[in-house]
T-cell receptor
Framework: NAGVTQTPKFQVLKTGQSMTLQCAQDMNHEYMSWYRQDPGMGLRLIHYSVGAGITDQGEVPNGYNVSRSTTEDFPLRLLSAAPSQTSVYFC?????????????FGPGTRLTVL | GQQLNQSPQSMFIQEGEDVSMNCTSSSIFNTWLWYKQDPGEGPVLLIALYKAGELTSNGRLTAQFGITRKDSFLNISASIPSDVGIYFCAGFTGTASKLTFGTGTRLQVTL
């Protein structure tokens, strides 16, 4: 199993550009989530999904969209990038056997918005 | 929103020493988890705690779920250089299907 994979690993955008961060998992996990990590602030939940076709907002959802058309994929879209979205983004997944608690994280995408 | 306070923020210790760190919350959690993050990598789950008072070990790591359900502790015995990294606590309420993370404890180990 590859686990949780994220692409790209690094990305530089200009203010106002749009892009999609990709996340995929091959563990058949129902639950997937996106976090952003900023210095001194830990990880903050952006959006999450408990299954295909179901998404919900986390702590910091503004400026981001998600969709979950398949169990495996959970892309994160930035419609109009802003410098405040410069961060490291992590995707994670888990399954119901651990009540979604034990989340497996991908390697992250480091995004810089100029 | 809920906040988790981790202390200390950073630690510099010598190889072989024991390490203690803790996490406190203003809210009750049903589950406490401890993660470790190496530079340039995603967090990796170390220990999960599911019951108040529970004490769980994973090799040289021992974690406890506080009786009040508002705190948790992580101890590392006989530290080694590969223990270097950032340790995060995380709490899960269950009802909202959301993990709340602490701000992390950065551990440095000197030879």
């Amino acid at each position: 199993n590859a686990g949780v994979t994220q692409t790209p690993k690094f990305q530089v955008l200009k203010t106002g550009q749009s892009m999609t961060l990709q996340c995929a998992q091959d563990m058949n996990h129902e639950y997937m989530s996106w976090y952003r990590q900023d210095p001194g602030m830990g990880l903050r939940l952006i959006h999450y999904s408990v299954g295909a076709g179901i998404t919900d907002q986390g702590e910091v959802p503004n400026g981001y969209n998600v969709s979950r058309s398949t169990t495996e994929d959970f892309p994160l879209r930035l419609l109009s990038a802003a410098p405040s979205q410069t961060s490291v983004y992590f995707c994670a997944s888990s399954d119901w056997s651990s009540s979604y608690n034990e989340q497996f994280f991908g390697p992250g995408t480091r995004l810089t918005v100029l | 929103g809920q906040q988790l306070n981790q202390s200390p923020q950073s630690m510099f210790i010598q190889e072989g020493e024991d390490v203690s760190m803790n996490c406190t919350s203003s809210s009750i959690f049903n589950t406490w988890l401890w993660y470790k993050q190496d530079p340039g990598e995603g967090p990796v789950l170390l220990i999960a705690l599911y019951k108040a008072g529970e004490l769980t070990s994973n090799g040289r790591l021992t974690a406890q779920f506080g009786i009040t359900r508002k705190d948790s502790f992580l101890n590392i015995s006989a530290s080694i250089p590969s223990d270097v990294g950032i340790y995060f606590c995380a709490g899960f309420t269950g009802t909202a299907s959301k993990l709340t993370f602490g701000t992390g404890t950065r551990l440095q180990v000197t030879l």
